[in-house]
């Protein structure tokens, strides 16, 4: 497994062990409800995994959707889910390519995510001497 996050990690063996269980009912009706959380746990790797990407390896957005094959406007609302950048979401419940670079120059920086209930201060320009 890659070294994304403990997080990632977990989601897919939970959906590993859905589909094990999925594939151990004898019904349709029992099969169903093992399916359905395998797909929540895939689909919340999926999310986790994109937030990993644009954060850790610099993917865009737009990159982001296209590896998870989804439009660039899926890709906001979806990463606004995640463990990583739901502090950095909007009050629509988006997260924007300003958030991202907010994100990663925290990150950079070795600050912890704002509070997700108090949106980020902008950044300041400061002057690096006075001459």
């Known amino acids: ?10 989601l897919i063996d ?4 859905a589909l094990e269980k999925a594939r151990e009912t004898e019904s349709a009706a029992e099969t169903l409800p093992a399916l359905i959380a395998a797909q929540q746990h895939i689909s919340q790797a999926v999310d986790e995994a994109m937030a990993a990407a644009v954060l850790e390896e610099g993917a865009s957005l737009r990159q982001a959707g ?4 989804l439009s660039e406007n899926a890709v906001g609302p979806r990463l ?3 463990t990583r950048l739901r502090a950095y979401a909007s009050p629509e ?3 924007t390519r300003a958030a991202v670079e907010r994100a990663r120059y925290d990150a950079e920086l ?3 995510a704002p509070d997700p209930q ?3 201060a902008p950044l300041r320009f400061r002057r690096r001497r006075d001459t």
């Open 14 to 17: 939970s959906a590993s062990e």
């Open 1 to 10: 497994m890659a070294a994304y996050d403990v997080d990632l990690d977990t």
């Open 93 to 95: 419940g988006r997260v």
């Open 118 to 120: 108090t949106p980020p």
């Open 80 to 82: 606004a889910r995640t």
């Open 110 to 112: 070795g600050r912890p």
């Open 66 to 69: 296209q590896l998870a094959d």
